[in-house]
């Protein structure tokens, strides 16, 4: 079984039907964060596999993110990161309020 590497290597080429790409490194590095987001927050990585959106590159030999899609999943990480900030904030303010608390209960 002898693959044509020449032809994976150099351009998105029909191969008995089908059209071979890979991914570029912006999309390895999406992948990637998906993966430590997933982790990170115990959601579904499939789920966000799935919302991705992709585009073959100009010189068509690569598949990568659509910038729309970066710019969604940045603003969603923003989004997430002020809400961490604020539960940490809230947590912090009732750590505050503990001792007081447990004064009036006494």
Known sequence: ????????NQTAEAVAGRVIVKMNDDLIGMVREL???????????????????????????NVTVTPEYVDAYN??????NKQALERANLMAETEDLSPLLANENN
């Open 1 to 8: 079984m002898e693959e044509n590497t020449n032809t994976v």
């Open 35 to 61: 993966v430590q987001l997933s982790l990170l927050t115990g959601t579904n990585l499939i789920d966000h596999m799935r919302a991705m959106v992709l585009e073959l590159t100009p010189d068509r030999k």
């Open 75 to 80: 603003t969603m990480v923003e989004d997430l």
